[in-house]
């Protein structure tokens, strides 16, 4: 087995890169929603719901389709590296940070509209407001986004391949580890994952709280 | 500036009306009270009548244009000169003073000056750096207020502006209200009447049951 | 407001100066015309890659030749792994599954450069041997004792089920035995891999069919203590591990063509010696035995 350290570095930047991804993706889609017709938004939204359980194994096997030598993206040469993991794992978070994200934009939106309304603005220039209203929710968006990405093995196995010292990440060691009855070497990468979900989330969430109660 | 309401309705849910066949015309600067019970249509007449909701019959006719058949750009033009402010004012996480820049971020058109005297006069240089939650009822209205007024238009429609404040207070915005009414017009919805109130009024609309008695 | 834009774009800046290291230190590959490939796709079945024989062999081959060429190992089952060679999404293969290996050799998707290295399939199973295993002339008299013993009550079998090379044998054995066992309440499905169908066969006293790479390097761990060997077959169960090349498009470059040449050269030359010096009780050099280990082979490829 290679060094933790270096399994436990490259999963944070590879799932940290694909939950911000999704966060910006969940970002757009979620305001856009916000603006759209309540019916349609609501579909959308239960749409998105929907998609939250899908198993990441799933998704790991669209993203080895499109990546493989002869999927859509295959001249991008990306399979079996980070990058189609980045992918995936993008893929799998977002529908959870949309989620998240939308219905608090909504509310948002449409209180601020009201008030920019009642100021005698008929249109645009809300989303820094939204934002700045809404700072908890962000935070709590790419968390959930993160924590996703970084606990699925569908992606990492099926589109990385947990090649080690390349694609290898804390959840294929975990299988690979298992897989040749190591369970020792096994467990301790598990509990690496539990403590590094759990202070990220905690670091982020109190940053988070800081922010907001300091505007 | 002139405002013209021609057989205007509205209802909410489609069955009940809340405002029915009302006539009205703001015809420039003045105060107009717009009394009446709980439930008698002031705050829909007066979100009509400051353009943040469109009626579900009639017509709304500023300086001759029928408001809600103009092109965007003539309603986005018609619309800046008018300022709603809330019953319940909707103040955003943060400060007082942030709520109140919000004034001129979301209008683009606030009088600084004047907003630095209506803060003076309201002693509220206390409350600008107290976040928005933190604040009383009172506290809330009178920073709602002040980032109203601060706005530049033509039509101020008030929804109960007297509400929560305390007497001093009450006789402050009086003062306000009747000095800004010599240039603009100035729309305010009771239920409590002031002596005072009713003496400046240039026009008293009674309103019962969505109806102008 | 500001506050948080500058925590979000310094997040934003972390993540991304993370991202950039690593895309500078292990560069994807770039398309060059004379360089070999930076990065190679290898697919491996699993014993190769738990007993580090295979890493051991890469990293000889890189001294040996003094090529700076990059290996992405895969351990997968020998069916995914010659699935991937087909695709191209490996380029180069290990494999011991001869039956799935002629299937695409047949149909052109695979190349054999080489047959490296033997070793036997023994039967496990635990010590009181319920079944009679031990006493069977064999491999196949065996797997009848152990479905007569399971249909009884007295034995377990675990199957790996995941159509690995192991489990492909497996099948074939049944096949010559002309039993099916499946849906058995006795016969037991792990879909796992090797080490961890050994470790459930251990705690369920379970019989099972097993390499003997994986079964020696959890037996050395001190992992094993219920399962024995109880039969070896060297005509039934010699297992042949050989060395592929995709010749799918994405394969056809000279650089991996070239690559996969020098390598097979090596695993014909000095890999032999390597095998014999460092793997002596797990493995053997199959070049001193060829004409034997290639008979076996076609043999098995030929078994259903």
Redesign the interface.
């Known amino acids: 087995m290679e060094s933790l350290l270096d399994i436990t570095l490259r999963s944070l930047w590879i799932s940290g890169l694909a939950s911000l991804v999704s966060f910006i993706a969940a970002l757009a889609l979620s305001f856009s929603l916000a603006r759209a017709r309540e019916s349609v938004a609501n579909v959308v939204a239960g749409f998105l719901e929907s998609l939250v359980g899908v198993p990441t194994t799933v998704i790991g096997l669209l993203t080895y389709m499109l990546l493989y030598p002869r999927g859509p993206l295959a001249p991008l040469n990306l399979l079996y590296t980070p990058w189609a993991i980045v992918i995936g794992e993008s893929l799998v978070a977002l529908p959870v940070s949309a989620v998240v994200l939308y219905r608090s934009v909504r509310r948002s939106l449409s ?2 509209s ?10 645009g ?1 809300l989303f820094g ?1 939204v934002a ?2 809404i700072i908890p929710d962000l935070f709590t968006s790419y968390l959930v986004g993160f924590s996703r990405a970084i606990g699925e093995l569908g992606v990492a196995l099926i589109a990385g391949g947990g090649i080690q010292g390349y694609t290898n990440v804390l959840t294929t060691a975990i299988a690979l580890e298992t897989s040749i009855g190591n369970y020792e070497d096994a467990i301790s990468v598990g509990l690496v994952l539990i403590s590094i979900t759990a202070l990220i989330t905690l670091a982020l969430k109190t940053m988070g709280e800081r922010i ?1 109660r300091s ?1 | 500036m002139e405002v013209v309401l021609e057989g205007v309705s509205h209802t909410y849910n489609g069955r009940e009306y809340a405002l029915e066949e009302v006539g009205l015309s703001i015809d420039g600067p003045g105060l107009y009270l717009v009394v009446g019970p709980n439930g008698s249509g002031k705050t829909t007449l007066l979100k009509i009548v ?1 353009l ?1 909701l469109r009626p579900s019959r009639g017509r709304v006719i500023v300086d001759g244009l029928d408001a809600w058949n103009t092109s ?1 750009r003539e ?2 033009e018609l ?8 019953d319940k004012p ?1 103040l ?3 400060t007082c003073r ?1 709520n109140l820049t ?2 001129g ?5 606030v009088d600084e000056d004047f907003m630095k005297r209506l803060i003076e006069i309201f002693e509220a240089e206390k409350l600008l750096e107290r976040k928005s939650r933190e604040l009383s009822a009172g506290q809330a209205k009178l920073c709602s207020l002040i ?2 007024l601060s ?1 530049k ?1 033509e039509v101020y429609a008030l929804d109960e502006p007297f509400n929560s404040l305390d007497s001093s207070n009450v006789s402050r915005l009086l003062a306000v209200l009747r000095e800004l009414s010599n240039t603009k017009a100035v729309l305010v919805s009771t239920h409590f009447l002031y002596e005072g109130l009713l003496n400046s009024a240039k026009k008293t609309i009674r309103l019962i049951n969505g109806k102008i008695a | 407001m500001s506050k948080a834009v500058i925590v979000l774009v310094l997040l934003a800046a972390f993540l991304a100066g993370f991202a950039g290291g690593y895309l500078f230190s292990s560069a994807s590959t770039p398309s060059g015309a004379q360089a070999p490939p930076t990065r190679v796709t290898v697919s491996t079945t699993t014993s190769l890659y738990q007993t580090h024989l295979l890493d051991d062999l890469l990293a000889d081959f890189k001294n040996a030749t003094g090529l700076s060429v990059e290996f992405s190992v895969l351990a997968k089952g020998s069916g995914e792994a010659l699935r991937l060679l087909s695709d191209g999404s490996a380029c180069l293969g290990f494999t011991h599954a001869p039956s799935l290996e002629l299937k695409y050799l047949l149909n052109g998707s695979i190349v054999r450069l080489s047959i490296f290295a033997y070793n036997e399939f023994v039967i496990v199973g635990p010590k009181d041997d319920p079944a009679g295993v031990s006493n069977a002339a064999s491999a196949v008299d065996a797997f009848k004792r152990i479905y007569e013993a399971g249909e009884k009550g007295l034995a377990k079998f675990v199957s790996r089920g995941d159509n690995s090379g192991t489990h492909v044998r497996e099948l074939q054995l049944w096949k010559l035995a002309g039993l099916d066992p499946s849906g058995k309440a006795w016969y037991l499905v792990s879909g796992q891999g090797m080490a961890q169908t050994l470790l459930m066969a251990d705690n369920l006293k379970a019989y099972t069919l097993t390499d003997v790479g994986t079964l020696q390097s959890l037996v050395s761990q001190g992992k094993i203590s219920n399962l024995v060997v109880l039969l070896r077959d060297p005509k039934l169960l010699i297992n042949v591990y050989s060395f592929y090349v995709s010749s799918s498009q994405s394969c056809r470059s000279k650089d991996v063509s070239n690559l996969a040449l020098l390598l097979a050269e090596y695993l014909n030359t000095r890999g032999q010696q390597l095998i014999a010096s460092k793997y002596k009780d797990l493995f053997n050099p199959a070049l001193q035995n060829l004409t034997v280990v290639e008979s076996a082979w076609v043999e098995l490829s030929r078994l259903a």
């Open positions: 209180v601020v009201e008030l920019a309304a009642s100021l005698g603005l008929t249109s220039g407001i700045r209203e907001w505007s | 400051s943040n965007k309603f986005a619309k800046s000169k008018f300022v709603y402010s809330h909707i955003l996480r943060g942030y919000m004034g971020r979301l209008s683009g058109r980032r109203a706005v238009a």
